[in-house]
């Protein structure tokens, strides 16, 4: 399996495994798993209604694009650079894009 193959695989993996243990917040909202293996996009998110309250919240999003895993969103507790790394994705490939570019040097992760 080639690096890229194998970096959509394990955040497609993660996304699912986590979208799974997830405990929907409340009775109209589920959680939606979304992968996207040709564009690289692995998304978690909650949507629905609840008291007349629109829910969308996307709370976990990877991509994988130019060689590396690009961690979106992490709204978890789970620390998802370090899950990548457990499963095979070295620290140099992995983008901490939520945080602002010149912080990304202080990471111990790649900048872009």
């Not at 978890?76 to 490939?93: F, H, Q, R, Y």
């Amino acid at each position: 399996m080639d690096k890229i193959a194998h970096y959509k695989a394990v955040a497609k993996q993660l996304v699912e495994h986590y979208g799974k243990l997830d405990q929907v917040p409340s009775a109209g909202v589920d959680t939606a798993i979304i992968t996207d293996d040709q564009n690289g996009h692995y998304i978690l998110m909650n949507l629905g209604w609840h008291d007349n309250h629109r829910t969308y919240y996307p709370y976990l999003h990877l991509d994988v694009r130019n060689d590396k895993v690009f961690v979106e969103k992490n709204l978890t507790e789970i620390s998802i650079a370090k899950e990548l790394e457990n499963n095979g994705v070295p620290a140099e490939d992995i983008v901490l894009a939520f945080q602002a570019p010149y912080k990304r040097q202080h990471s111990g992760y790649a900048v872009a």
